[in-house]
């Protein structure tokens, strides 16, 4: 830990970086972002004059042992994927502190666009939808896990392409699990989270299913399917409840694209897609969704319950009705009438 501060604790930008610092070959811009963990510049590569984005985590994280692996595998794991949806990481002819060097993408999160435009037109929410979830299918082939997919994590340039970015908190299933006390037990944004995320799971291939179900459900209803202002009622509520149905507020929705979102938005695992290349080959043909083998998409939870109910009530004045019949029918046979004489047949 000693040697790790020494490495990253020398230079000038040890402080918080501001627009006009140069840091190795970059001249740094506009600030774009800020998290809790980073800054996030627009900067200019001196080695062939192109535009970057610069990641640049807040100096008191620096100094944490674990921060660092979990940094240095997001730019290690970046690195490697190479999908024109994914934002591509760059590697510095040399580095002098922590830092992850990406492409500039010149576009608009979504979240800006559901803001602005929402409920989009079908076809360009799929369209949105398909595109994610195709980067989601390659990463997912690759042993990635995203685990924060959001609107604000995906950019869409001028043309509508795709460009997921922020891999943080991604899991890399390649390698060994790392934690880190400073993260608390739940990752990712509670109304994108799937409820596995909530009880402190690691999350699979279909904790990212979830979260584009939920994005295609927002872009299609300018709602989501769990809403609450306090964030923990809104995480008992993924827990434990079923979510409304998109035709709540949109009646008119297409059925096929509702029983498509309520089957990525299952709130147990098992009854979602497994992977995000399933979720893709329905959203490439939602009709096809509704003419599969049954149970290949399942019902709505809430109407299967309705009708679980509804045959439970049916079954019990059934019931009722029996019972009493067969009350009735016992108390005549075993009452013999008296006879005419004023004595019980054979008596003597």
């Known amino acids: ?19 006009g610092d140069r840091l190795d070959q970059y001249q740094l811009g506009e600030l774009l972002a800020r998290s809790g963990m980073a800054s996030i510049f627009r900067a200019v590569d001196s080695q062939d004059g192109s535009a970057v984005a610069l990641k640049i985590p807040h100096p008191q994280l620096e100094s ?14 970046g690195q490697r994927l190479d999908h024109p949806n994914v934002v591509k990481v760059r590697t510095p002819r040399e580095k002098s502190r922590m830092y992850i060097a990406m492409e500039y993408v010149d576009g608009r999160s979504l979240r800006s666009i559901i803001q602005a435009e929402a409920p989009l037109p079908t076809e360009r929410a799929l369209d949105i939808a398909r595109q994610v979830t195709e980067a989601l299918a390659y990463l997912h082939e690759k042993g990635v896990v995203h685990r924060d997919i959001k609107p604000e994590n995906i950019l869409l340039t001028s043309d509508g392409k795709v460009k997921i970015l922020d891999f943080g908190i991604a899991l890399d299933e390649s390698k060994r699990r790392l934690t880190w006390t400073g993260f608390s037990a739940t990752l990712g944004t509670p109304d994108y989270m799937a409820p596995e995320q909530i009880g402190g799971r690691r999350g699979d291939a279909r904790t990212d299913v979830y979260a584009v179900g939920t994005m295609l459900y927002e872009m299609l209803t300018k709602n989501i399917p769990f809403a609450s202002a306090n964030a923990s009622a809104l995480l008992r509520a993924k827990a434990n ?13 297409d059925p096929a694209l509702e029983a498509i979102i309520l089957r990525a938005i299952q709130r147990v695992p098992r009854d979602r897609y497994e992977n995000a290349a399933e979720l893709l080959a329905d959203l490439r043909d939602p009709p096809a969704a509704l003419r599969r083998a049954p149970g290949a998409v399942r019902p709505p939870r809430r109407a299967a319950v309705r009708l679980v109910r509804r045959f439970a009530k049916v079954l019990i004045v059934v019931g009722v009705l029996a019972g009493l019949s067969a009350l009735i ?20």
């Open 1 to 19: 830990m000693i040697r790790f501060a020494h490495v990253f604790t020398r230079g000038p930008l040890m402080r918080e970086p501001v627009a």
């Open 64 to 77: 944490d042992v674990v921060f660092y692996e979990r940094f240095k595998r997001e730019e290690s794991m």
């Open 241 to 253: 409840e079923d979510p409304r149905p998109p035709s709540y507020f949109v009646p008119g929705i």
């Open 329 to 348: 029918w016992a108390s005549g046979r075993h009452h013999d009438p008296v006879g005419p004489s004023g004595s019980l047949p054979g008596a003597r």
